[in-house]
Each structure stands twice: as structure tokens, then as C-alpha cells.
């Protein structure tokens, strides 16, 4: 497809003035954006910008409240996903949309017209998948495969539509390093192609090496458009959260005192069929470490956090021992009048039901740790309302919780503002022992510094934390020492200052143990 | 044209408020129409279903005795549905709970003592939970669907109490009518006035109704069922267990709903028949989600639902139609309840213009 002259200008894709309001409130507001043939445009904003909202419209998920987006200079409408594959939009989501239980080709077939044969689209999908260097069997089955070649299937699958434009939705969250390597290779050859790609992220490293052009957006508005690659990551910072953001201290502290957390061969059966199992865990947390446990996500992170928080106990007493005492057995409530406290990584529904005040969400957590404080009335179990609402307006003060009214539904309050609230719940006890699952998932830059900072400062007063996380720079910022989960098999832990982030990411992907690597290579087979 | 669905970013307050009166309105109207493809004046005959039942002392002792069963029921039921465990079978428990009951008075009717009354009560309750606790038992441990067999459990009572009552509890002299002794004087439930029928399950309906508005508001108790009514993730971060509260919610509602078997037979109709319940428990589910699942709502949605119960009898009487409007009337009201209680997640919009799929034909 060359591209020369005039035709090389004209923008492939042009959005003039486009709103959509959610209500009152502008998810986005005045947009305007212009993508050129050929090249990659990246953009780039905090959670909750308004690019997802921004890309929906784009792809016909959600209709635009005003202003108008050009196709190749031609004014059109977009009202569904299957037209946006009409015109030549691919979209890959953030959240695949595969079904485990069926084969990468059946997987494909569901987005196609009906009446192409399995066998014609598995040729098609293997012959593309070559030409990309994005290797994937198409007679896999769907479950059987890393998060890495599930999104080669999202590609490919947008890629059969001989798309111009292909839209990817934060595509390296869940890659490795190495394998997001892979996917920069597959981005330049559709490049090269004469293809645009729009690639959401808030990475900036990754922006300002693999893109052309960026447009920035913050709280739905346009805030810059630049070249990435002149700009510093603190300028492309300063655009997108609008200020400065305070730096973690790292936490740097000698003291390390006795193991409060050690878990010891640690071995769970997968729960589901899609569950991860774990294999031999073994760690110690000393008090005033934090052990970071990096990983891609579907590694077992959330099965590890299910053992060491009670909710789902072991058999074996001995598997985990909190502050010394052997825990295995023991429920969520048992550990926490130990000394533990605990942040899930989900926020709703899990961490705390949206529905119910914040008092009520603090109760949810600590009803049987502080029952003196909390609980009155004998056996009937009164609520000390006037008390639970004084430690709310506690936590919320130290860990500056911004919210609409005195006590709103959890539901109401942004994620970041929740997940202090939170985290602070738990910090408001100084346990002893704190496990954190992705701690600022899916939070603003602001309040992510904030509740860094807190571990690290919970870690420095003689606890010992344990964070799960999937993002290296976090990790990084507040670790003393990390290990690596993979496959439900925990690395050694090693002190922070000695890793690389290329060591990590050798060690996410297994790659330390030959055995795995050989089975890596032998999966497409 | 067409009509959009929006969801509103909070739950609108005026509508959780407004959407039952909007139900009742509604199932008024559809009321109204149904009369006229009766053929019958919708107003006469809205004036005789409504309004007559309330206007003599003695029906508004029937309303109160209809209430009774309804309120406690469905107070039971509305623990269950808040922590997400389905009980459909009140009209089994409600069943067994007055077999259970009537032992001592059918069985030991030689026994004289004032101990007799509250033990039936007591023996009600259990009879009702006991039963309860079988689909409890069964989705605790089994992970059965306990819709279904609460439902079915319904019928094994139903057909229990028949056998019964045309078999070995069959009143000896009783000219072979299926039906049991009629119950000696200290086994009936006392009237609460002398102006009429009205028995003491009233007041076993409103304290019900006030305990379980107090636990759900002040207790950790309450706290649990929503939590984990809501989120059983959330209820197990939390420490509470499930399984736990699939037998506490179940044997609640089954207790809630024995007792008032047992009292509808000791006080209302003195004695066991093949048939003791004109779906007290099916209606009571209605009477649940009129009152918005609280406890204090359900007392004003029994009498409304007791007033159908009435009005079916009267509009019988009065203009002849079947009295078989009573329960499309009950349907209608459920219908329009669940209908209206979207209102309060979302926003209808009607869109008057295109926004077709035109377009993008022509920009290829």
C-alpha cells in the first residue's frame, strides 16, 4: 500500500471536536486527533483519561453524544464494531474476548462471517501468524496458552480483516518484557506495511521508543500532542497528570529484624480448571523488608495471595507461619487476630462491597480484630456505629481519601481514592505482617504514590510487607527484595539493588530452568 | 425511534422510593383494562376489589388475619434473598410447620396444660426450619440449585399433609370428612379483640417484622447478610462463611414460615385439612420484593397483598367474576414491581432519530 504526495497528509482517520457524556459527566470532551497513514500514534493518559471511552467510539462500541470523526477525509458513522471492520478498523481489547473451552480457530470463526470453513481460517490464521512472527497453533485450545499468545490470537483475528487501522488497548500490561520485544518487531512490520496503529498505553518508555506521534489526554481533554521522542518521560508525566508526582523514598532500611512471614513448600491444587496451581512456594519476609513478587499476570498471583490471606487455608499447618506460629490451617480471621493484614487485588466485590458506606466497608475487614473497639452488645453484635465512623474519618484523613459526603457508598468513590481507603484500613492496625495484592492497579499516579509510600513507610517502622505486583517500576520503586512467579513456581528472592529488569524478565518467563524454556519453544507445536 | 436503557452512575434514591407506589398504580390500570375486556365497569368493579373490603370492621379483621401469615413469611423470606439464597419453598415450610405444630393436639389430645400452645408454637418453628434445612443442607454441601428443591419440597408437603389428613390423622368422628380433631380449647391461639377473628400471629408477624428490621440495621449480623448477599468474595475476605449462612437465612425463613403455618391452624381454622394455605408462601415471595425487602416495607406490602386476597372474595361476590383475579392481580403486582425496580439502576431514554448504519456503506 504506498503512500505518496498528498494522499501521504491526508490523515487516515480524523476526529473533530468528539464528546461523549456519560449523564452530566464528559467522559470525553472536545477530542480532536488526527492519525496518519502509516504510523504508530500512540495515546497516552492516566486510568480513567478517556481513552477507553475515546477508542470505544472509535471502534462502534459506544455512540458519540457530538462532533464528528473523517474516515479518509469521507464524514462517518460508526455504530457497531462490525462496521468499524467494514471500513478497516481492527480493534485489539485489553481484555480478550476468547473462550477457553474452544480452539484459537474457533476462537477466530466467531468474529467472522459465518459460512468460512475452520479449516480455511486456520490456514488463513497460520499463514499470517508466520508472516508477522507471531507463532500460534490455531488448534490449540485457548486455555492451554500464556496471556502472551492469547493476544497473538486478538491480533491476528484483527488482522484477517486486512485492517488500515489497528487499535491495541494497553497491549503490553500483560507481557513480558520479552515478549512485548516481540510485539514492537510485529508493530514495525504493519508499519512498514503502510498500516496505522494507535496504541494506548501509560508506559512511556515503550512510547517514546516505538512511536511516531503521541496526543495526551487528561481528564477527557486533550492536554498535548507532541513527538514522543523529543519529549523527556518527566515532560510526557507532567502532561498527563497535570503535575508533578511526588517521588517514593525508596526504602533503604538496614534494620532487618526476625522472619514474620515464611511460607515453606507451599503447594495448592488449582481450585477451577482455568486456576493456576501452586508448586512448592517457598519465602520469608523479615520485618522491615518488602518483598516484591513480580509476575505476569495469570501466574498464580492471585491463588498465592488466596493461601497467605485464609480465605482459601491449606491443610498443612506448617505450609505458612505468621510471626512464627504455624498458620496453614488457620482461616482469615485466625491471621488476622495474629497479626496480619491484607489487601485483595480487586477492589469491588472483594476488598469491599461498593454498595455499602466506607464505615460499613472498615467493619467488612476488622469486625473480629477490633471487636472491643468495634463491636458492642454482647452476643446480638451491635455495631458501634460513632466509633466505626470516627476510624473511618481516621483513615480517611491520613491517607487523604478524597469523597463526595461524610460516609458515601464505596461504590461512589474513584479507584484510586478506594483503594487508599483500603489499604489504609489495614495500615490504621500497624500489623505486623501485611500481604498486598497489586496495590495500585488501575490507580491515578497521585494516590499510587501515596499508597507506595505508605508500605514503604509501614516496612521502615519494623513490619514486614509482602507486595504482589505486576508492574516492574512499582516494584522497583518500593522493593527490598524480589522474587518472580511463574507458572505458580516462586524464583529465590533476590535483593533488589542485584536485579535487572531483563533478569526479571528471563524469570517471568521461566526462562532461569531449561526445562521450561524447552517446553516454551515446544508449545506452539 | 427507539428506547435506550442508561445506566445511572448512583441509584436513583426518589425511584427506589417511588417504584412500588408506580407498581401499584400500574397494576391498577392494567387492572382496569382487564375488567373491561371482562365486560364490566372498570370502576365498580376496582371500587368493590379495593375499597369495600376495607369499609367494615369484621373484613378488616379478615385483612389483618390474611396479613398475619404474609408479613411473617415474607419478613423470613427477605433475610434469605438478601443474602442471596432463594428459598421458594415457604409454602412447604409453612405446611410443616403447622404438621409439626398439630402433633400435640391431634396426637397427645388428652394432654390438657397451659405448656400446650407455646410448645405447638415452638414445634412449629422447628417443623418449619427442619424442612428449610433440607435445601439448605443440600446446596451447603451438594451445591444443589436451591430454587428447585425448595420448590419441589412444596409439593412433598402438600401431598404429606393430605395423606395425613385422609389417613391416620383422620378424625375417628368425623362422618370420614379428611380433615383432624378440631383442636382443644388450650391449643387455639387466642383473639386479640373482642370486636373480631383477628389472633395473636399478628403480633408474632409485627415483632418479627421489628427484630429482623433491627438486626439487618444495627447488628453484625445484618452486616454479614448484605455482605455476603452482595459479594460472597467480599463475606469471605470478610472471615463470614457462606455455607454458614445458607443455614442460618434457610432455617430462618423455614422457622418464620412454620410459625405462621402453626398459627394460621390454631387460630384460624382450628383443626388440619388436606388444604391449609391459599399460597400464603407463593404470595408471601410477592410481598417480599413489594416491600423492597424491608422489613418494615413488607408489614405495609402484606396488607396490600392481603387486600387482594379480600378483594377476590368480594369482587366475587359483588360484580361475579372468578375469584381467580386475585391472582392475576398478584402477578400483575410482581410483574410491575420487578418491571419498576430497573428505574432505580437506570435512565429510559427514547431516541427520536437515526443514527443508522447507512453511513458507513457509503464512506467504502
Not at chain 2, 397494576?27 to 365486560?39: E, H, N
Not at chain 2, 381467580?324 to 398478584?330: D, M, P, S
Amino acid at each position: 500500500m504506498p503512500v505518496e504526495g498528498e494522499a501521504a497528509n491526508r490523515p487516515l482517520l480524523a476526529v473533530g471536536n468528539l464528546t461523549k457524556l456519560f449523564g452530566t459527566f464528559a467522559a470525553c470532551s472536545g477530542i480532536n486527533l488526527d492519525i496518519r497513514p502509516g504510523e504508530i500514534h500512540a495515546l497516552l493518559g492516566e486510568n480513567g483519561a478517556g481513552k477507553s471511552t475515546l477508542v470505544k467510539m472509535l471502534f462502534g462500541v459506544l455512540s458519540p453524544s457530538s462532533g464528528q470523526i473523517l474516515w479518509q477525509g469521507q464524514p462517518v458513522q460508526i455504530p457497531s464494531p462490525s462496521a468499524a471492520r467494514k471500513l478497516g478498523i481492527g480493534m485489539v481489547f485489553q481484555h480478550f474476548c476468547l473462550f477457553e473451552a474452544l480452539t484459537v480457530a474457533e476462537n477466530i470463526a466467531l468474529s467472522m462471517d459465518p459460512g468460512v470453513s475452520l479449516a480455511n481460517i486456520a490456514e488463513e490464521a497460520k499463514r499470517l501468524s508466520v508472516s508477522y512472527g507471531l507463532p500460534l497453533d490455531p488448534n490449540a485450545h485457548v486455555a492451554d496458552l500464556s496471556v502472551g499468545e492469547r493476544q497473538r490470537i486478538e491480533i491476528v483475528r484483527a488482522l484477517l480483516q486486512n485492517p488500515k487501522l489497528i487499535i491495541l488497548d494497553e497491549p503490553t500490561s500483560v507481557l513480558t518484557p520479552q515478549e512485548a520485544d516481540r510485539l514492537f518487531e510485529t508493530l514495525a512490520k504493519l508499519k512498514a506495511e503502510g498500516r496505522s496503529v494507535l496504541y494506548i498505553s501509560h508506559r512511556l518508555e515503550e512510547v517514546q521508543r516505538i512511536c511516531d506521534r503521541a496526543t495526551v489526554l487528561r481528564h477527557g481533554k486533550v492536554t498535548g500532542a507532541c513527538d514522543p521522542r523529543l519529549e523527556t518521560p518527566a515532560s510526557l508525566a507532567r502532561m498527563m497528570v497535570g503535575s508533578d508526582v511526588a517521588h517514593v523514598s525508596a526504602a533503604g532500611t538496614d534494620l532487618k529484624g526476625d522472619v514474620q512471614l515464611e511460607v515453606r513448600h507451599l503447594t495448592a491444587a488449582a481450585r477451577t480448571p482455568f486456576a493456576v496451581s501452586l508448586k512448592d512456594v517457598c519465602l520469608k519476609v523479615r520485618a522491615g523488608e518488602v518483598l516484591a513478587i513480580a509476575g505476569v499476570a495469570g501466574n498464580g498471583q492471585g491463588e498465592l495471595f488466596d493461601a497467605l490471606s485464609g480465605e482459601y487455608p491449606v491443610p498443612d499447618p506448617d505450609a505458612i507461619h505468621v510471626r512464627q506460629k504455624p498458620a496453614g490451617n488457620l482461616g482469615i480471621t485466625a491471621r488476622r487476630l495474629m497479626g496480619a493484614g491484607f489487601v485483595p487485588e480487586e477492589r469491588h466485590g472483594h476488598a469491599a462491597v461498593p454498595a455499602l458506606s466506607l464505615s460499613d466497608n472498615l467493619v467488612l475487614a476488622r469486625c473480629q480484630s477490633d471487636r472491643k473497639a468495634f463491636i458492642g452488645g454482647g452476643f446480638i453484635g451491635i455495631i458501634r456505629q460513632q466509633a466505626v465512623k470516627r476510624a473511618a474519618k481516621r483513615i480517611s484523613e491520613v491517607m487523604d481519601v478524597r469523597k463526595s459526603s461524610d460516609n458515601p457508598a464505596a461504590g461512589s468513590l474513584s479507584g484510586g481514592n478506594l483503594q487508599k481507603f483500603i489499604v489504609g484500613r489495614e495500615l490504621d492496625r500497624q500489623p505486623t505482617v501485611l500481604v498486598v495484592n497489586q496495590p495500585t492497579w488501575g490507580v491515578d499516579a497521585g494516590a499510587a504514590s501515596r499508597i507506595r509510600q505508605s508500605l514503604v513507610d509501614l516496612a521502615k517502622s519494623g513490619s514486614a510487607v509482602l507486595v504482589i505486583s505486576q508492574d516492574l517500576d512499582e516494584i522497583f520503586e518500593v522493593a527490598t527484595e524480589i522474587a518472580v512467579i511463574s507458572e505458580g513456581r516462586l524464583s529465590e528472592a533476590y535483593p533488589a539493588a542485584t536485579l535487572s529488569r531483563e533478569k526479571i524478565g528471563l524469570l517471568m518467563g521461566g526462562m532461569d530452568n531449561q526445562a521450561d524454556a524447552a517446553r516454551e519453544t515446544s508449545h506452539a507445536h | 425511534m427507539r428506547i435506550e436503557l442508561e445506566k445511572r452512575p448512583k441509584i436513583s434514591t426518589l425511584f427506589s422510593i417511588l417504584s412500588p407506589f408506580i407498581a401499584l398504580i400500574l397494576t391498577i390500570i392494567a387492572g382496569a383494562i382487564m375488567f373491561m375486556l371482562l365486560g364490566k365497569n372498570p370502576l365498580d368493579a376496582l371500587y368493590s376489589f379495593f375499597v369495600e373490603p376495607l369499609l367494615e370492621v369484621w373484613s378488616l379483621h379478615e385483612l389483618a388475619i390474611k396479613a398475619a401469615p404474609l408479613i411473617l413469611i415474607a419478613v423470613g423470606l427477605s433475610v434469605c434473598y438478601r443474602s442471596n439464597n432463594w428459598n421458594i419453598g415457604a409454602e412447604g415450610q409453612f405446611i410443616m410447620g403447622a404438621i409439626a405444630g398439630s402433633i400435640l393436639p391431634v396426637v397427645f389430645y388428652e394432654w390438657h396444660s397451659p405448656l400446650v400452645l407455646p410448645l405447638m408454637l415452638l414445634m412449629g418453628m422447628l417443623g418449619g426450619a427442619l424442612y428449610a434445612g433440607i435445601p439448605a443442607f443440600l446446596k451447603a454441601h451438594l451445591n444443589t440449585n436451591e430454587i428447585l428443591t425448595s420448590l419441589m419440597l412444596v409439593y412433598v408437603a402438600q401431598l404429606f399433609l393430605d395423606w395425613l389428613v385422609r389417613g391416620p390423622w383422620r378424625n375417628p368422628d368425623g362422618m370420614n370428612f379428611p380433615e383432624t380433631r378440631t383442636f382443644a380449647a388450650e391449643a387455639i391461639l387466642p383473639e386479640l379483640l373482642s370486636s373480631g377473628r383477628t389472633h395473636w400471629g399478628f403480633v408474632f408477624a409485627i415483632l418479627a417484622a421489628i427484630l429482623v428490621w433491627f438486626m439487618m440495621r444495627y447488628t453484625l449480623k445484618g452486616l454479614e447478610i448484605s455482605v455476603l448477599g452482595q459479594s460472597e468474595r467480599a463475606g469471605r475476605f470478610a472471615g463470614f462463611s457462606s455455607r454458614k449462612m445458607i443455614w442460618f437465612s434457610m432455617m430462618l425463613s423455614g422457622a418464620c414460615a412454620g410459625l405462621a403455618g402453626i398459627a394460621e391452624v390454631s387460630g384460624a381454622i382450628q383443626q388440619l385439612r388436606p388444604v391449609i394455605s391459599p399460597g400464603y408462601g407463593f404470595t408471601a415471595i410477592i410481598v417480599a420484593f413489594l416491600g423492597r425487602l424491608n422489613p418494615l416495607g413488607i408489614i405495609a406490602a402484606g396488607l396490600v397483598l392481603a387486600l387482594t386476597y379480600l378483594g377476590g372474595e368480594a369482587a366475587q361476590l359483588s360484580i361475579g367474576v372468578s375469584e381467580k383475579v386475585t391472582r392475576v392481580f398478584q402477578g400483575l403486582l410482581l410483574f410491575f414491581v420487578l418491571s419498576c425496580d430497573t428505574l432505580i439502576h437506570y435512565k429510559i431514554r427514547v431516541i427520536w432519530s437515526k443514527l443508522g448504519g447507512t453511513a458507513v456503506d457509503g464512506g467504502h
